[in-house]
């Protein structure tokens, strides 16, 4: 059971993330999610049960509490990113409660970061994107809907949950362009290729009625004519991948690292690719360049004389 108190605590911090800073419903989820697993330990820490432990107000916790429960993460065998995140929620909720004057210092003042390792995410070949699109049965409703859907995930970089919530008002076929809300309720435009124009007209002209007024501007729809969920985008796409004979782990968000690996491939600017995935910092994007790196650098030690000697 969640003190009462730090529960409080962590609604008014959601609703400052939501409405000052301007962040997602997802992300906002994941740092109270985070939050509510650290409470929920420092409930279960001997002292709680007598009113004394720190977690029965978060204005009590102390650096020790903060270290202790990062100490905790290795025997969890947790990922470095993932105790990085945790502690990047945490510093987060103190330091809100640091500017709102409920704390005089933040207790995760001192506490360094687990560093995690480069992580080079999962990227389909040029062939594979291929695969996976000629694998869909256009034959069908939903085959269109979801050709659609995989063609814009691919040639606009698109998150699940921007294609989900992508709107018939934002995008403009004959410009040539669609408008995407992401993270923090940010706009961008990203430009809209041939095969992705084409596959959304050919879903437009038998996109189903919507359910209520509330889904006619959306986009895509479920069979009851609601919002498709992410969840069905991410079902979809292993579908998909299996049809294709794709055994990789992939998700939606694949689509999203090859598009922006094969445009950095293909000699795009770095600052372009930043604006057309929306990301706030260049440092985020750079990640393609490694990821482009590690290709050729395979490609060399593939064909370098040495390694034909050792063959």
Not at 97 to 113: R, T, V, W
Not at 216 to 223: A, S, T, V
Request: charged share 30%; with cysteine.
């Amino acid at each position: 059971m969640i003190p009462k108190t730090s529960e409080r605590f962590i609604k008014d911090f959601r609703t400052y993330l939501r409405t000052e800073r301007g962040m997602s419903l997802n992300t906002c989820n994941a740092y109270c999610s985070d939050l509510r697993e650290f409470f929920a330990w420092i409930e279960g820490r001997a002292g709680y049960e007598t009113g004394c432990g720190p977690g029965a107000d978060p204005r009590l916790v102390t650096r020790d509490d903060i270290s202790g429960y990062m100490e905790t993460m290795p025997e969890r065998k947790m990922a470095k990113r993932s105790q990085a995140r945790i502690l990047s929620s945490l510093r987060g909720f103190f330091n809100w409660l640091l500017l709102d004057k409920e704390i005089n210092e933040s207790p995760c003042d001192g506490i360094e970061s687990p560093k995690p390792g480069l992580h080079l995410p999962s990227v389909l070949s040029i062939g594979e994107v291929e695969d996976i699109m000629d694998s869909v049965d256009l034959n069908t409703e939903a085959g269109i809907r979801d050709r659609a859907i995989l063609e814009l995930l691919y040639s606009c970089g698109l998150r699940v949950t921007e294609a989900s919530g992508l709107k018939i008002s934002c995008i403009y076929l004959e410009e040539g362009f669609i408008r995407v809300t992401g993270k923090g309720d940010k706009e961008r435009i990203v430009p809209l290729g041939d095969p992705a124009s084409d596959a959304v007209k050919r879903y437009l002209a038998i996109r189903r009625e919507p359910s209520g007024r509330e889904n006619e501007d959306i986009l895509f729809l479920n069979r009851s004519g609601g919002q498709l969920s992410r969840i069905s985008i991410f079902n979809m796409v292993k579908k998909q991948a299996l049809a294709a004979g794709i055994t990789k782990e992939i998700s939606p968000h694949t689509f999203r690292h090859s598009f922006a690996t094969h445009l950095i491939e293909g000699g795009a600017d770095l600052r372009i690719v930043q604006e057309m995935l929306g990301h706030e910092s260049i440092l985020t994007t750079e990640i393609y360049t490694h990821i482009e790196s590690s290709t050729w650098q395979k490609d060399i030690l593939e064909h370098h004389p040495d390694a034909k000697k050792a063959d």
